[in-house]
Structure formats: structure tokens, C-alpha cells
């Protein structure tokens, strides 16, 4: 009977709103801003992972319409009023200032993925590809890579950039 009165109170404590801007605060040196849209994020994005992740990123409106559409197909459930207030929240306070460039022979699968808008099966392809090839020299290197959307590809080529 002490264990399980043990673990609720462990439970309700770790389920408190004030553990998790202390123990997120730890981990990421920062506390949600607050602001419409905060609760609700904490809510979504914190289904399936860890909140940080949900915001380490900084991307424009067009880069959090899509990871949010995403993490719905992922199944995400939220209501529509929910979705449009964590969205409206990680534009007003997460969004990129400048969209960065994105060096293909250097960049982590989950900056391709969410840069380039790509699926994770294609982030972690490119990244295959680049380790057995060598780095990339041009775009159309890139869209060599087995499984890419050239077209994708294509309508970020600006954002790519090929250093070694």
C-alpha cells in the first residue's frame, strides 16, 4: 500500500506544471516563453517526445505548418483551435530571423529532414549516401541519392549549400 501511494504521489508531482518548467529549464537552459499557445504546446508536443525537441529548431511560417502537419500525420491528436495556437505560439517565439543555409555534406538528418522538408527515411538516405560517396559537390549530386524528392530538392536549392 506505501509503493502505490508512493508512485501517485511521484506521478502527480513529475505531471505538475511546475516540475516541468523546472526540469525543462535543466535540460535546455531556458523556460517557455509564456503567452497564448504555451499550455497547448506542452500538451501536443510532448505526446511522443521530449518538449525540447518540439522547438529546437528556429523555421518560418511555411517550416512549422509543416512539422505540425506532420506530427498530426504522426498522430498527434489535437483539436483545430489547438493546433492553430501551438502554431501561432512557435512562429511568434521560435521562428527563424533568417532562414538558414543548410550545408548538405555537414547537416544532421533532422536538419535536412526539417530544412529541406523531407520525409526522416530520405534525411537518413542522404546522409547513407554521403557516408559510402563521399560529400556532395553540386545539387545534382544530391538527387542521386536513391529515394529523394528532387522536386523537393529543387524548390530549396537556395538553402543548399556544398562545403566541405
Known amino acids: 500500500m506505501k509503493f502505490n501511494t508512493f508512485v501517485i504521489i511521484v506521478a502527480l508531482v513529475i505531471c505538475s506544471p ?14 517557455l516563453p509564456d503567452g497564448p499557445g504555451k499550455e497547448e504546446l506542452r500538451k501536443l508536443c ?5 518538449l525540447e525537441k518540439s522547438y529546437s529548431l528556429r523555421q518560418d511560417r511555411g517550416g512549422w505548418t509543416r512539422t505540425m502537419q506532420k506530427m498530426t500525420a504522426f498522430g498527434m491528436k489535437s483539436t483545430e483551435a489547438e493546433f492553430n495556437a501551438v502554431l501561432e505560439y512557435l ?11 543548410i550545408n548538405v555534406n555537414k547537416a544532421r538528418a533532422i536538419d535536412l529532414e526539417s530544412g529541406l522538408s523531407l520525409r526522416r527515411s530520405q534525411a537518413a538516405a542522404i546522409i547513407a549516401y554521403r ?11 544530391l538527387k ?21
Do not use: M, W
Not at 91 to 101: C, F, L, Q, S
Not at 131 to 141: A, R, Y
Not at 148 to 159: G, H
Open 18 to 31: 511546475a516540475f516541468f518548467d523546472v526540469t525543462t529549464a535543466g535540460q535546455s537552459g531556458q523556460q
Open 91 to 101: 512562429i511568434r517565439n521560435y521562428a527563424a530571423d533568417e532562414v538558414p543555409k
Open 144 to 164: 542521386k541519392v536513391p529515394g529523394i524528392d528532387a522536386e523537393k530538392i529543387e524548390a530549396k536549392k537556395d538553402r543548399l549549400i556544398f562545403e566541405e
Open 131 to 141: 557516408d559510402k560517396n563521399g560529400n556532395f559537390k553540386t545539387i545534382e549530386d
Open 46 to 50: 510532448s505526446q511522443c517526445h521530449e
